[in-house]
């Protein structure tokens, strides 16, 4: 949980992207889309951290934790939708 909320505070209070903030939808969706294969949210952010540049590294947690809220929920997964359809591998184009 440390590495998680320290992560989120620097880059939202100070502008500095130190890693990318792994909570339960991002660690759910990133083994669904095939990101990570890993469990453990410690050992997922290294995965995450080579897909995207490091001024994208919150913007990817973002767009990861909304998606996970609103469309591809634990339970009802509505499949890609265009908020992520660059990060899914069963999207034309993703």
Same mark, same amino acid.
């Given at each position: ?39 453990? +949210?410690? /050992?997922?952010?290294? *995965? =995450?951290?080579?897909?995207? &540049? ?25 499949? +890609?939708? /265009?908020?992520?359809? *660059? =990060?899914?591998?069963?999207? &034309?184009?993703?």
């Amino acid at each position: 949980m440390a590495r998680k909320t320290a992560s989120v505070v620097l880059a939202h209070a100070f502008g500095i992207n130190a890693g990318v903030t792994v909570d339960t939808h991002v660690r759910r969706l990133s083994q669904r889309l095939g990101l990570s294969q890993k469990t453990d +949210p410690v /050992r997922i952010e290294p *995965d =995450l951290i080579k897909l995207v &540049p490091q001024a994208d590294w919150q913007t990817l947690s973002i767009r990861l934790i909304f998606h996970g809220r609103a469309v591809c929920t634990a339970r009802k997964p509505q499949g +890609p939708s /265009r908020a992520i359809a *660059d =990060l899914c591998p069963s999207h &034309p184009g993703g």
